[in-house]
């Protein structure tokens, strides 16, 4: 059956769209300013390496925490300077490009992504956004919604992404095993997520991976890789709290 949206609301699919940044149109930078930022945990692993802080200092410094959709589950948005800039604003430019949030990748697109398609896997649909000030929708140059993903850097991004909304909806089942939000289940759940030098020593001091199956490459991988060590963490949380994890107890 096709996929029916809101009115007003058509996906791009193979269509183009106009949209061109770059340093010399007048509103550079004006969409890094009073900005509402949702940040997910790949967000916040790329950010925090790129700054060379730990995770726990870059949730302390950079974080708020609010009450986003899940009502089950914290959101973290970036905390903005008291001008309402976002921190990692400079005078040439975002001074955190090669690791910048995904949001910031995505504009002018907005992804949505189907969990029950008819047949097959999960299917992605693309929605352009367009904000007033931004003058870059006046340019003369055409995007494909492929080509506008690969050239941002979101491939990698929509791929960790999608991994945590799997994670999410487990969360927005309540699993929290009577506690609640803020119980321990929880504060566990959000360390995983989004503090992974903790959860990292966390894995070593409960000798974790020697618990589930694994091959020996799989091991190696999570010595060190932190993206690696996410991805074991999101099916951690859905072995311990109802989703269908990959995992399997030795
Ligand atoms: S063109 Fe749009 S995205 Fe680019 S700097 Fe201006 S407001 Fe931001
Ligand atoms: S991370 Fe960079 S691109 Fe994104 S809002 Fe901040 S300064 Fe702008």
Known sequence: MEKQFPVGMEPLGKDTFSFRCHEQIDCFTRCCKQVEMILYPYDILRLKNNLGVTSAEFLAEYVQIVQGDNPYFPTLMMRLTEDEQCPFLAETGCRVYTDRP?????????????????????????????HDYCMGHGERVKQGVDGWIRAQGLLRYNYMNSLWAEVDTVFLQNPWRGEGAGGDNQKFAFMVCFDIDMFKRYIAEYKLIQSFR??????????????????????LLKFLYGGNSRLLKK
């Open 214 to 235: 694994m091959s020996k490459d799989e091991k190696r991988r999570l010595q060190d890789d932190e993206e690696e060590i996410l991805k074991f963490g999101f099916e």
């Open 102 to 130: 995904s949001a910031c990748r995505m504009y002018p697109l907005e992804r949505a992504v189907d969990r029950n398609p008819d047949r097959g896997n999960a299917q992605d649909y693309y929605f352009i956004k367009i």
